[in-house]
T-cell receptor, first 115, second 110 residues
Framework: KAGVTQTPRYLIKTRGQQVTLSCSPI?????VSWYQQTPGQGLQFLFE???????NKGNFPGRFSGRQFSNSRSEMNVSTLELGDSALYLC??????????????FGEGSRLTVL | QQPVQSPQAVILREGEDAVINCSSS?????VHWYRQKHGEAPVFLMI?????EQKGHEKISASFNEKKQQSSLYLTASQLSYSGTYFC???????????FGDGTTLTVKP
């Protein structure tokens, strides 16, 4: 079955702009999590959505937001971009068992460069 | 609070063994392990649940000490394909949010 699909794969923006990233989870997966990955910082949790509701949120400023649609597809938005927002943004979907997210299936990521 | 992984980096020769550790200050519901190769997405390897259930890769094993909130990933008879960065992800007992360690870079040389 198809994996997690993220679009766009690469994008370049300038400071002050905003960006929207999209994630289509594996069919049947209702949980979508977003992570920011930068060299030396590992994977930093942004937020997790389940059934269109944000269930958990990491320690990122309000410029980072997201949403999930009824078909489980998710988008994340970053407004007023800063140079430090340059990173690989990874989306992961999972089939939720109980309240645990269980194993995560990652997309290939959207690489954002802010100039 | 993210889990702590050790060591930060390991260099091995083919056929050697390695152990990667992950510890958390919080009570855990599950620990999961991923491997990421350069330029690729992290790939799931193993999940260990509170209570002993395990699920994952045939050639890789792991342990989960629930009392100490520690997990170890055991890579035996390493192959060149094992090279990559290994991340542990932890999920607290109040569930729903998986946070990751900073990763352990494993390099296997011929």
């Amino acid at each position: 079955k198809a994996g997690v699909t993220q679009t766009p794969r690469y994008l370049i923006k300038t400071r002050g702009q905003q960006v929207t990233l999209s994630c289509s989870p594996i069919s049947g997966h209702r949980s979508v999590s977003w992570y920011q990955q930068t060299p030396g910082q590992g994977l930093q949790f942004l937020f997790e959505y389940f059934s269109e509701t944000q269930r958990n949120k990491g320690n990122f400023p309000g410029r980072f937001s997201g949403r999930q649609f009824s078909n489980s597809r998710s988008e994340m938005n970053v407004s007023t971009l800063e140079l430090g927002d340059s990173a690989l943004y990874l989306c992961a979907s999972s089939f939720v068992r109980d309240r645990s997210t269980g194993e995560l299936f990652f997309g290939e990521g959207s690489r954002l460069t802010v100039l | 609070q993210q889990p702590v992984q050790s060591p930060q980096a390991v260099i091995l020769r083919e056929g050697e063994d390695a152990v990667i550790n992950c510890s958390s200050s919080k009570a855990l519901y599950s620990v999961h392990w991923y491997r990421q190769k350069h330029g690729e997405a992290p790939v799931f390897l193993m999940i260990l649940l509170k209570g002993g259930e395990q699920k994952g890769h045939e050639k890789i094993s792991a342990s989960f000490n629930e009392k100490k909130q520690q997990s170890s990933l055991y890579l035996t008879a390493s192959q060149l394909s094992y090279s990559g960065t290994y991340f542990c992800g932890t999920e607290p007992t109040n569930a729903g949010k998986s946070t990751f360690g900073d990763g352990t870079t494993l390099t296997v040389k011929p």
